[in-house]
């Protein structure tokens, strides 16, 4: 069946450092794929996304591309800061059917240190 | 301002009693959803529900039941036969309609603890 895989955290890093968070996915078909963020005791908020190979979604100096060729959708940042720290979820969905729905991945923690 | 709701934020619960979780969203959304999230770990899907009077079964219903007699609300119980059910709780809603994919909007939670 459909999945997703993310590399385990908890990640901790210095402020200013580059991050790379991996995700992989299998699925059948094509997915739409999307990182979320979950801070301290909130729900999830959107990151960024993307619905198609090649596409680049990026958002408050997150990246991420969508890459058919290696199953992948890494989230990166070219300088963290410290109220990046909170729970990344990578997810993918398919195009709409009766029964589609979101799958997730286990989460990255990240610690950003100032 | 459009958005989803849950209440409450904390909900504290005597072991055997049966507890209701709401869940309101004024997004105009077609599809509502319900997550577990236990700590250090991911989502998991209780129930969904697409359109009104209609739901389906997610990978970890046993032990809860929903209702869905509105578009804007998805209130999910929680029942004295769910066996560990001190968890946190992310109700999410989102568009079907347009032919393509749209992420799903998500509720601030709810943290459940049975004592």
């Known amino acids: 069946g459909d999945s997703v895989t993310q590399m385990e955290g908890p990640v901790t890093l210095s402020e200013e450092a580059f991050l790379t968070i991996n995700c992989t996915y299998t699925?059948?078909?094509?997915?739409?794929l999307f990182w979320y963020v979950q801070y301290p005791g909130e729900g999830l908020q959107l990151l960024l996304k993307a619905t198609k190979a090649d596409d680049k979604g990026s958002n408050k100096g997150f990246e991420a591309t969508y890459r058919k060729e290696t199953t992948s959708f890494h989230l990166e940042k070219g300088s963290v800061q410290v109220s990046d720290s909170a729970v990344y979820f990578c997810?993918?969905?398919?195009?709409?059917?009766?029964?589609?729905?979101?799958?997730f991945g286990k989460g990255t923690r990240l610690h950003i240190l100032p | 301002d459009g958005g989803i709701t849950q209440s409450p934020k904390y909900l504290f619960r005597k072991e055997g009693q049966n507890v209701t979780l709401s869940c309101e969203q004024n997004?105009?959304?077609?599809?509502m959803y319900w997550y577990r999230q236990d700590p250090g770990q991911g989502l998991r899907l209780i129930y969904y529900?697409?359109?009104?009077?209609?739901?389906q079964k997610g990978d970890i219903a046993e032990g809860y039941s929903v209702s869905r007699e509105k578009k804007e609300s998805f209130p999910l119980t929680v029942t004295s036969a769910q066996k560990n059910p001190t968890a946190f709780y992310l109700c999410?809603?989102?568009?079907?309609?347009?032919?393509?994919?749209?992420?799903?909007?998500f509720g601030p939670g709810t943290r459940l603890t049975v004592l």
């Open positions: 999410a809603s989102r568009w079907t309609s347009g032919g393509g994919f749209n992420e799903q909007f």
């Open positions: 529900s697409q359109i009104v009077n209609d739901f």
């Open positions: 997004l105009n959304h077609d599809a």
């Open positions: 699925a059948t078909g094509y997915p739409s």
């Open positions: 997810a993918l969905s398919k195009l709409m059917n009766r029964d589609d729905k979101i799958i």
